[in-house]
């Protein structure tokens, strides 16, 4: 009985998780069109929505990279470390959305599991090489976003050169609503296995399947926690993304939102879990860059950098503390 509960609180957490992820990402997909108005804001949100569940249930091989890459084996693990995992994930994404902060979700996640997992069974049961490859996806991904991010203005403003500012602002003022809509689908395509992969990695060791197959009424629920999450918006989230890093005409979204799409959806297709808040941030940088690089506020981006390295080692803390609370709450009960 405790078994089959623990399961479903587990699917509850990693729902949860997905939903959170869904308003504290949707900055990711349209902050761009909104600080240039290409988008109604009411609008863009449904649209994303939409589009981040169309992408979720696209793949699922992602998922099985986070469900098979962090641990060697899923009988090495048992539900409470997931559990503890989720709480320690959940705990930063609302900390840092209610400050403003665009943090990673991803690094979250795979910090928080990381923590519970050293503080039950110990570092022996973490796959370091699986780590090292979801590591290394997230920290080269906004570097790769940032040096296409510069080549696409650069490129753009090339082509555009003849051209008059107004004439190339209304035509990247109607081309940005497509690139937005790209992005919200690879940011579906991307986020939302995070979650089935966590949710199969926790059936897988409980017994209840067999191999690590992402079940179709998973994909269902996390394509839907996600959709939910992004419905309700990350205000706070998308003002920073939006405008703080740097001032955007719809020529700079169109270029950022495009580049950004172009490196999740190719990092899905690899199935490689990547930060849509670390691309799409780069995505900014390199883009601002091109205009001219004292155009970003360097400011905001390095204290948002600080956010990115501190995501894995703090989710790791809460991760562990997560995992000691609630064994000892369980002790005390039964």
């Known amino acids: 009985m405790l078994d089959t509960s623990l399961i479903i609180l587990v699917v509850v957490l990693a729902l949860a998780f997905d939903f959170i992820n869904g308003f504290h990402d949707t900055a990711n997909a349209i902050a761009t069109c909104v ?30 990279t986070i469900g098979g890459d962090i641990v060697i084996s899923a009988t090495m693990i048992n539900e409470l470390i997931i559990i503890a995992g989720l709480c320690g994930a959940i705990v930063w994404n609302l900390i840092t ?15 928080g599991m990381i923590g519970a997992v050293c503080i039950s ?14 590591v290394a996806s997230l920290i080269l991904s906004p570097i790769t976003a940032i040096i296409m991010g510069y080549i696409i203005m650069s490129l753009l403003f090339y082509i555009c050169r003849n051209y008059k500012p107004a004439a190339v602002n209304m035509t990247a003022n109607r081309l940005q609503v497509v690139s937005a809509a790209l992005m919200a689908f690879s940011h579906g395509s991307n986020d939302a296995q995070k979650s089935m992969g966590i949710i199969t990695l926790a059936l897988l060791s409980g017994g209840y399947i067999d191999s690590l197959e992402v079940p179709t009424m998973i994909k269902l629920l996390c394509a839907l926690a996600m959709a939910l999450g992004t419905s309700v918006g990350g205000w706070k989230i998308i003002r920073t993304v939006g405008g703080k890093i740097f001032k955007m005409h719809p020529i700079h979204g169109f270029a950022a939102d495009l580049n950004s799409a172009v ?13 849509t808040t670390h691309v799409v941030s780069g995505s900014i940088m390199g883009v601002g ?10 400011n905001v981006a390095q204290q948002m950098v600080s956010a990115w390295v501190l995501t894995i080692p703090c989710t790791a803390v809460m991760g562990a503390i997560a995992y000691l609370v609630i064994t000892n709450v369980l002790y005390a009960i039964f």
């Open 35 to 64: 600080s240039t108005r290409a988008i109604r804001p009411g609008l863009a949100i449904i649209g994303t929505a939409v589009l981040n569940f169309l992408g979720a249930m696209i793949s699922t091989g992602v998922a099985k």
């Open 97 to 111: 959305w209610w400050f403003g902060m665009p943090s990673s979700s991803s690094h979250a996640l795979i910090g």
């Open 289 to 298: 860059a091109a205009q001219r690089v004292k155009a970003v506020h360097w």
């Open 121 to 134: 069974v110990g570092f022996t049961a973490l796959n370091g090489w699986g780590i090292l490859k979801i």
């Open 263 to 275: 490196v999740i959806f190719s990092a899905t297709l690899l199935h490689l879990p990547v930060s």
